[in-house]
């Protein structure tokens, strides 16, 4: 059966028990608290609570002081530092599952008309992620124009009840899906007047994004690559400028393709790496999910690491002082 275990998703055999969870994670005799089904559970009822399909389950721990790897948007603060989309998923159901197997804490959706044929009782985006769970990123996905732009902004607005947090992109044309940097500056002056907190798409060009930034964009977004194209980060020194000049959040956004592009944005030092065809055109999206999952954490303890030096010539790992002749 799967049960979900940290937000990830794990299998375990019929009966087993919350004992058996913590043990089987090697915290048998530590000091922990259980979260079943979002009710804490006594650890005098571990061994006698058997899990069922599809329990939620959350282990905590207390660790050392502060505030730890986190990070703000907006004076929000959020753990996870993968942000992911919800389009082109072949039902609701999968977006869910891969949404939740990569512990995203901000979820974009776009904003389209609805379908008035549409059954009134076929379910909404928003009844299956629901906003009392993630950040609902509402997304100007598919406009071309500042104009559009803006009132879709504003119809987000409206729909989520006053939420001011948005993703802004306007696109030059259909076939690139390049930001159109004109509109995109006209769109962010005027939404940041009209009191929206804009995370903002654009090229990876450090001028623009630091003007973004002057401008009062809470975050700047610059891409990797093209959207959709899965190529990874093409120009890894605009990005790694972008990322030493600002004094807002830079993530990542478009192009990633798998788990070590998006574990190489994150050792230029980005705040975070937003994507969706990467997860959702995989073979299997959860799994991909997953993976993209681990590739943000390895890569942003790499960048907290500091890498070694690249050198030209080989050095001896080991001492060469005592060899035998």
């Known amino acids: 059966m799967n049960v979900y275990v940290n937000g990830e998703t794990k299998q375990y055999t019929e009966n087993s028990t919350i004992a058996d969870i913590v043990s089987e994670l090697g915290l048998e005799n530590k000091r922990i608290a259980v979260e079943l089904n979002k009710e804490i559970l006594p650890f005098n009822q571990y061994a006698q609570t058997t899990c069922q399909e599809g329990d939620y389950i959350e282990v905590v721990q207390a660790i050392g002081g502060g505030q730890g790897d986190s990070f703000t948007i907006a004076g929000q603060e959020f753990k996870s530092r993968l942000l992911i989309g919800t389009g082109k998923y072949k039902d609701l159901e999968e977006s869910r599952l891969a949404i ?13 008309r609805t379908n008035i044929g549409q ?23 598919g406009c071309f124009t500042a104009d559009d732009a803006v009132r879709t902004c504003r119809l987000a607005r409206e729909l989520l009840g006053g ?45 623009i994004a630091k003007r973004l930034e002057d401008i009062g964009c809470v975050a700047v977004m610059p891409l990797a690559a093209p959207i959709g194209s899965g190529l990874g980060v093409q120009n890894s020194y605009n990005i790694l400028t972008i990322v030493e000049n600002a004094n807002v959040p830079i ?11 998006a574990a190489i944005a ?40 500091g890498r070694m030096p690249r050198k030209r010539f080989a050095s001896a790992s080991s001492p060469l002082d005592g060899l035998i002749a």
């Open 163 to 207: 939420h001011k947090l948005v993703k802004l992109e306007v696109l030059a044309d259909q076939k690139t899906l390049l930001p159109d940097i004109i509109e995109t500056l006209s769109a962010a002056e005027l939404l940041v007047k009209d009191g929206f907190d804009i995370m903002v798409y654009t090229n990876d060009d450090p001028i």
């Open 100 to 112: 939740e197997a990569s512990g995203a804490e901000i979820v974009t959706v776009a904003i389209r």
């Open 251 to 261: 993530l990542v956004d478009a192009g990633v393709g798998t788990a070590s592009d």
């Open 266 to 305: 994150m050792e230029l030092g980005c705040t975070g790496v937003l994507m969706n065809t990467a997860i959702a055109a995989a073979q299997n999206p959860v799994l991909m999910a997953s993976a993209m999952k681990k590739g943000i954490q390895a890569g942003r303890e790499a960048y907290l690491a």
């Open 119 to 141: 059954n009134p009782g076929e379910p909404n985006l928003l009844d299956v992620i629901s906003p009392d769970k993630y950040t609902i990123l509402p997304n100007t996905a």
